[in-house]
C-alpha cells in the first residue's frame, strides 16, 4: 500500500475532486477504513461522520448484512443487461419500492444516479404530453433555492442564482422559477405564501409540462425546511392546471426528514417520484423514477409506443442487491425512533449556535441540522478545524449541516455538536 506521502502526491497531479480547481486545491483527507460512524484516516486519526457520505450512508459504514448480501450476489451475477432480461434483485426492488411509495406509483425506472434519475423524470414528463398530443408543452415549473443535480437536464430546474446557470447559459433549457416557499415546517401555508408560484403555474399552464420540487426540504440550494400546507397547496394547483407534480426524494427518501417519503408529511402523491442516494445504504450508485400507471400508460401508447431511455447499468444486480438488504434492514429496526433521537440530540446539542456571533439560524428536522451563518465561510478552513477535533463535516456557501447516519450513538452525535459549536464560536471571532 502506498505512503500517505506518495498518495496525496498522485491525488494533487491527477485526481480532480468534486467543486474543487486542479490549480487552487482544497486539502483532502486520505482514508484507510470506514467502520460504522467512524472513518480512519491513514494517518491514524479517527472521525465522527456526521455527512453519511452525502447523506447515503444511513447504516453506517461496512455493515455485516450489506456486505453479505454483495458477497452473496457477487457469487451469482455482477451484471447483466436489463434489455430484454431480468432477475430477482432488480424485481425484488421493484416489489419493494411500489408497496412503499404511494399507491399512484406503479412503475419503477431503474437508473444509475440521482442526477440521472431527475433527467428521466423529465424525459417522462416531456414524452407524457407529447403523446397527449400537446408538445408545447415543454418547459417545468421548479422553486427557488432547489437543487436536483448536476447534469444538463437536472441542473436547468436548480436555482437559477446558485446552481451554475451563469456558466451554461446558452445550452441550458429555459424554465420557470417560484418564488422558494416562505412558510416554515410546521406553519399554515398562507394565501400569499403561495400566490407567486400560483400566478406562474396559471399564467403559463399551456406550455408547462410538470412542477418539480423537493418536498418539505430543499436540499444542497439551501438546507430550507417548508411547511407540508404548501406541499398540499402545491399538488392541488397542479391538478387544476392539468400539470404533472414531480417529487425530488433524493435526499429525503428512506426516514431522513422523519418519515420514510417527505411527501408523507403532507399526505400527498407525486404523479413522478425519483429515489436515489440512501437507496443502497451508500454502498453503490443506484437510483430510481417511478410514475403513475396514468403517466406509464400514456407514454406507452404514443409515439414511438416506448420510452426512450435506456442506461447501460439499469438494474445492476450488485446494486439492486445491497439496495434490497438495505431497505430490509431499516424497516426492521426502529429507524423512526432513531431519527427520532436524532433530532433530539440536534436541537439540544447545537442550541448554543444561537447565541454565537454571525449565526442567522439554527433549525433541524428529522435527522438533519442546520447552521446557517450571516456570512459565507472559507470551507478548507472551517473543515481543517473540524477535523482536528475529531469530526468530519463539509460546510457549504453559509451553511455548515449535519446528517449523521442512523445508527449514530448519542456520545457521538454529541462529540459532532460540541465540535460544530466549538468552531464555530472560533469563526466568529477571527
Same mark, same amino acid.
Request: proline content about 6%; charged content about 20%.
Given at each position: 500500500?502506498r505512503?500517505?506521502?506518495?498518495?496525496l502526491?498522485?491525488d494533487?497531479?491527477h =485526481?480532480?475532486?468534486?467543486?474543487?480547481?486542479?490549480?487552487? %486545491?482544497?486539502?483532502?483527507?486520505? #482514508?484507510r477504513?470506514a467502520?460504522?460512524c467512524?472513518?480512519e484516516?491513514?494517518? +491514524?486519526r479517527?472521525?465522527i461522520?456526521?455527512?453519511?457520505?452525502?447523506?447515503?450512508?444511513?447504516?453506517?459504514?461496512?455493515?455485516? !448484512?450489506?456486505?453479505?448480501?454483495?458477497r452473496? %450476489?457477487?457469487?451469482?451475477?455482477?451484471?447483466?443487461?436489463?434489455g430484454?432480461?431480468t432477475?430477482?434483485? =432488480?424485481v425484488?426492488?421493484i416489489?419493494?419500492?411500489?408497496?412503499? $411509495?404511494p399507491?399512484?406509483? %406503479?412503475?419503477?425506472?431503474?437508473?444509475?444516479?440521482g442526477?440521472?434519475s431527475?433527467?428521466?423524470?423529465?424525459k417522462?414528463?416531456?414524452?407524457?404530453?407529447q403523446?397527449?398530443?400537446?408538445?408545447?408543452r415543454?418547459?417545468?415549473l421548479?422553486?427557488?433555492?432547489?437543487y436536483? @443535480?448536476?447534469?444538463?437536464g437536472?441542473?436547468?430546474?436548480c436555482d437559477?442564482?446558485?446552481?451554475?446557470?451563469?456558466?451554461?447559459? %446558452? =445550452?441550458?433549457?429555459?424554465?420557470?422559477?417560484?418564488?422558494a416557499?416562505?412558510c416554515?415546517?410546521?406553519?399554515?401555508?398562507?394565501?400569499e405564501?403561495?400566490a407567486g408560484?400560483?400566478?406562474?403555474?396559471?399564467?403559463h399552464?399551456?406550455e408547462l409540462a410538470?412542477v418539480?420540487?423537493?418536498p /418539505? #426540504?430543499?436540499g444542497a @440550494?439551501?438546507?430550507?425546511?417548508?411547511?407540508?400546507?404548501y406541499l398540499?397547496r402545491?399538488?392541488?394547483?397542479c391538478?387544476?392546471a392539468g400539470?404533472?407534480?414531480i417529487?425530488?426524494?433524493?435526499? $429525503? +427518501?428512506?426516514?431522513?426528514?422523519?418519515?420514510?417519503f417527505a411527501?408523507?408529511?403532507?399526505?400527498i402523491?407525486?404523479? /413522478?417520484?425519483t429515489?436515489g442516494?440512501?437507496l443502497t +445504504?451508500g454502498?453503490?450508485?443506484?437510483?430510481a423514477?417511478?410514475?403513475s400507471?396514468? #403517466?406509464?400508460a400514456t407514454i406507452?401508447? +404514443?409515439?414511438?409506443?416506448?420510452?426512450?431511455?435506456g442506461?447501460?447499468?439499469?438494474?445492476?444486480?450488485?446494486?439492486?442487491?445491497?439496495?434490497?438488504?438495505?431497505?430490509?434492514?431499516?424497516?426492521?429496526?426502529?429507524?423512526?425512533g432513531e #431519527?427520532?433521537?436524532i433530532? =433530539?440530540?440536534?436541537?439540544?446539542?447545537?442550541?448554543?449556535?444561537?447565541?454565537?456571533?454571525? !449565526?442567522?439560524?439554527v433549525?433541524?428536522?428529522?435527522? /438533519?441540522?442546520? !447552521?446557517?451563518?450571516?456570512?459565507?465561510?472559507?470551507?478548507?478552513?472551517?473543515?481543517?478545524?473540524?477535523?482536528?477535533?475529531?469530526?468530519?463535516?463539509?460546510?457549504?456557501?453559509?451553511?455548515?449541516?449535519l446528517?449523521?447516519?442512523f445508527?449514530?450513538?448519542?456520545?457521538?452525535?454529541?462529540?459532532?455538536?460540541?465540535? $460544530?459549536?466549538?468552531v464555530?464560536?472560533?469563526?466568529?471571532g477571527?
Amino acid at each position: 500500500m502506498r505512503g500517505v506521502a506518495e498518495l496525496l502526491a498522485i491525488d494533487r497531479a491527477h =485526481a480532480w475532486h468534486p467543486y474543487t480547481s486542479t490549480l487552487n %486545491q482544497d486539502p483532502v483527507y486520505p #482514508v484507510r477504513a470506514a467502520r460504522g460512524c467512524r472513518l480512519e484516516l491513514m494517518d +491514524g486519526r479517527e472521525l465522527i461522520d456526521g455527512m453519511s457520505s452525502w447523506w447515503c450512508a444511513i447504516h453506517g459504514y461496512n455493515h455485516p !448484512v450489506l456486505n453479505q448480501a454483495l458477497r452473496d %450476489q457477487l457469487e451469482a451475477m455482477a451484471h447483466v443487461m436489463f434489455g430484454g432480461l431480468t432477475h430477482e434483485p =432488480a424485481v425484488g426492488l421493484i416489489e419493494r419500492l411500489v408497496a412503499l $411509495t404511494p399507491a399512484p406509483l %406503479q412503475h419503477v425506472f431503474l437508473c444509475d444516479s440521482g442526477s440521472v434519475s431527475v433527467e428521466v423524470a423529465i424525459k417522462m414528463a416531456l414524452q407524457y404530453h407529447q403523446a397527449r398530443g400537446e408538445p408545447g408543452r415543454h418547459r417545468l415549473l421548479a422553486l427557488r433555492s432547489g437543487y436536483h @443535480g448536476d447534469t444538463f437536464g437536472a441542473m436547468s430546474v436548480c436555482d437559477p442564482v446558485t446552481g451554475m446557470h451563469h456558466l451554461f447559459a %446558452q =445550452a441550458l433549457p429555459r424554465q420557470l422559477f417560484a418564488p422558494a416557499p416562505a412558510c416554515p415546517f410546521g406553519a399554515p401555508c398562507r394565501d400569499e405564501d403561495i400566490a407567486g408560484f400560483a400566478d406562474l403555474l396559471w399564467e403559463h399552464r399551456r406550455e408547462l409540462a410538470a412542477v418539480i420540487l423537493e418536498p /418539505i #426540504v430543499q436540499g444542497a @440550494g439551501g438546507m430550507r425546511f417548508y411547511s407540508a400546507d404548501y406541499l398540499r397547496r402545491v399538488r392541488e394547483l397542479c391538478d387544476a392546471a392539468g400539470v404533472l407534480l414531480i417529487a425530488d426524494e433524493i435526499a $429525503t +427518501g428512506f426516514g431522513r426528514s422523519g418519515r420514510f417519503f417527505a411527501c408523507e408529511h403532507a399526505g400527498i402523491s407525486p404523479d /413522478i417520484m425519483t429515489l436515489g442516494k440512501a437507496l443502497t +445504504g451508500g454502498y453503490l450508485t443506484l437510483a430510481a423514477t417511478l410514475a403513475s400507471r396514468e #403517466v406509464a400508460a400514456t407514454i406507452s401508447s +404514443g409515439t414511438p409506443g416506448v420510452f426512450m431511455h435506456g442506461p447501460t447499468f439499469m438494474g445492476n444486480p450488485l446494486a439492486c442487491a445491497v439496495a434490497n438488504a438495505s431497505i430490509d434492514l431499516l424497516l426492521a429496526r426502529d429507524w423512526a425512533g432513531e #431519527v427520532r433521537d436524532i433530532q =433530539a440530540g440536534l436541537e439540544a446539542g447545537l442550541a448554543p449556535c444561537r447565541g454565537l456571533t454571525g !449565526v442567522a439560524e439554527v433549525r433541524v428536522l428529522g435527522a /438533519i441540522g442546520v !447552521v446557517e451563518l450571516e456570512r459565507p465561510v472559507v470551507m478548507r478552513d472551517l473543515q481543517r478545524r473540524l477535523v482536528e477535533r475529531g469530526v468530519w463535516l463539509r460546510p457549504f456557501g453559509r451553511l455548515l449541516y449535519l446528517m449523521p447516519p442512523f445508527v449514530i450513538e448519542a456520545r457521538d452525535l454529541a462529540r459532532l455538536c460540541a465540535a $460544530t459549536v466549538a468552531v464555530l464560536d472560533e469563526w466568529a471571532g477571527d
